[in-house]
């Protein structure tokens, strides 16, 4: 996969380790981990090859420890005309932090430092948070002159709620990881020494489980939070699932009281 080099655009890396977890990292600290429209293409086929490999679960991490990311690059950014703006920048962030949402594996943002702007909403698309307890999250755009323009305020909203949105988004207030937390914005706080060993907890609770079961209510949770009616969904989605492998490898050993071993089939 090609990669770029250049320190001022920086590099997104893809690893995968043998226990089928795939690691991006965004690997710009110089910037602050800020967007560009390149780094943007690169995050995109990084999770395209994600999406087609055997990936049980995906962590989404940023490089240096002074931010997870603050969004756009405001040089790339502020240069654009009002057409770019609409049918270049936006769309392309839209694009691809939707392909992040959607991914059907597992997806684990790790939160150090701060999280603002298109960064928050980069979090914002995975799965879960997990954030260190100095870490700082906001939505700072009107202070600019502009708005959350990647899915922020849907998704935020979904997340805490509209009076709590209108307090990062309207008047840009930036909030610590203990707040986030009991509002419901990250998943998970952890001091920074104890960020990496968070992380890994959440990775093996999720490799425990089926890999289609998971990936089957991780679609079925994001029709829901669309209204669809889960009573039809879950009535297919369960004649699926207990036609696999994995759910006769799972009953049997509830039965015997063994551990599963869960191939995805």
Not at 68 to 97: L, R, T, Y
Not at 170 to 190: D, H, N, S, Y
Not at 217 to 233: E, M, W
């Amino acid at each position: 996969m090609p990669m770029i080099e250049d320190h001022t655009l920086g590099t997104i890396r893809l690893e995968t380790s043998p226990s089928s977890v795939a690691t991006i990292t965004i690997d710009r600290p110089r910037k602050l981990n800020a967007l560009s429209l390149e780094l943007l293409a690169e995050l995109e086929a990084c999770l395209q090859a994600v999406e087609k490999s055997d990936a049980r679960v995906l962590v989404l991490r940023t490089a240096g420890d002074r931010a997870f990311c603050v969004g756009a690059d405001i040089g790339q950014f502020s240069a654009f005309s009002p057409i770019q703006m609409w049918n270049s920048w936006i769309k392309e962030g839209h694009k691809v932090f939707r392909q992040l949402a959607v991914l059907r594996q597992p997806t684990i943002a790790v939160i150090d430092g701060a999280a603002l702007g298109g960064g928050l909403e980069l979090a914002l698309a995975c799965d879960f948070r997990i954030a260190s307890t100095t870490a700082k999250l906001g939505l700072p755009e009107v202070s600019i002159g502009t708005i959350p323009g990647w899915g922020g305020t849907e998704r935020l909203t979904a997340l805490v709620g509209e009076a709590r949105a209108k307090q990062l988004i309207l008047a840009g207030r930036q909030i610590r990881a203990e707040t986030a937390l009991q509002w419901g914005l990250v998943t998970e706080t952890a001091e920074a020494t104890s960020l990496e060993e968070a992380v890994d907890d959440l990775v093996a609770d999720i490799l425990r489980g089926a890999p289609v079961a998971q990936q089957t209510a991780k679609q079925l949770v994001r029709a829901a939070a669309q209204g669809v009616d889960s009573a039809i969904l879950e009535a297919i989605a369960s004649g699926f699932t207990t036609n696999t492998r994995d759910f006769h490898t799972g009953m049997n050993s509830f039965r015997d009281k063994t551990t599963p071993t869960f191939t995805g089939y």
